[in-house]
């Protein structure tokens, strides 16, 4: 591959949590093209956002477990591709990372939420309106609260905050999502959803969207290539044929029997109980030998829609200055994404690494159908 450096990371334990990932945001500002005051604004507010931890060295192992990436570094980052336009940069932190308990986990991150509602002048009406359902006295389930950050020029993000359905356990989680959308005005939207193994999380735009979606994203062990063309509910967007080869292309097979696929539907109208959205996201290290094959897979998906892969290229070499084919898990998802009235995004979740380096697989490589 062209612009990746040839030698090895020199791995965690260097400096702080707040630094590493700091350094990291700062380089992949620069790859989506921010200018020096928005890249410095956006770093302070990641700094701030993870809190005590951001000072915690990565001499140290992780302060606890975190569902967010699979070496429990807090911080991830993903670029949204969009035909002719420079790709969106977004990071997702978990603000009560290392707190004692998911209540104060829960606590933290509402906290966050609302010292940057007041920042940046944006309600939290609609996050206030279902707190209970997600916030109770012994919160059980995998996280409490992840705030996304799309940073856009100007200095002011959109905000998204991600809450856990089964916080008042597994079994009432899809209890809690019919619940959260009607309480939110969305009456009809459960119903309009494909059947699905769980529902991981729940998300609400706030602050600087033109149309606060709310996302209801669903699990699917063992998904096919066929099952997966038929679980869009929009009526518009990417149709059966395009989600199964975008499944095929990247994970280079034509089943997931690893990591289960995950679907979001998104709802920003009440009346007809319809989503506006549809996203499939493929959890791409599970079906790689390592990064160095993602990559490849990525750079053709990118291309066959029309956009270019050269920022995803760059920002490898931001995050890390090991090769790919040393590690697997750099890029950890990618996704195809359709929002009524905007054309079709194509977007890789890149992860921090800073407290590990997963080694390449054994995987063989399964040629998939049509691939």
Known sequence: MTGLPSDTSPGPGCGTLGAFTRAQLVRLCDVAGLSAADTETYAHTLIEALGPAAERSLALPPP???FLSDDH???EYSLSFSPGR??????????????????????????????????WDFSTERLDEIEDLFFPAKPKGPLALWIALELLPGGVPKVKVYLNPAASGAKRSAKTV?????????????????????????????GRWE??????YARHPGLSATEAGGLSRTGSGPGPAEIQEFLRATAATDDLDRRPGLTCHSFTETETGRPSGFTLHIPVRDYAR?????????????RGHGMDP?????????????RPKDGVGLIAYLALAHQQGHPPRVTAYLSSEAYAVTPPT??????AAGV
Do not use: Q
């Open 362 to 367: 054994k995987l063989a490589r399964r040629a």
């Open 290 to 302: 390592d990064d160095r094959e993602v990559l490849d897979r990525a750079v053709d998906v990118l």
């Open 310 to 322: 050269a920022p995803l290229i760059r920002s490898l070499s931001a995050l890390t200055t090991r």
């Open 64 to 66: 606890g477990r975190t």
């Open 178 to 206: 019919r619940k959260a959308l009607r309480r939110l005005g969305h009456t009809r939207a459960y119903g309009a959803l494909p059947k699905a193994d769980g529902h991981p999380f729940l998300a609400l735009d706030l």
């Open 211 to 216: 149309t606060p979606r709310v996302k209801v």
């Open 73 to 75: 570094t807090p911080v």
């Open 86 to 119: 420079a790709p969106a940069l977004r990071v997702l932190v978990e603000p009560g990372f290392g707190a004692d308990t998911r209540a104060e986990n829960g606590r933290i991150g509402l906290d966050v939420v609302r010292a940057m509602a007041r920042r």
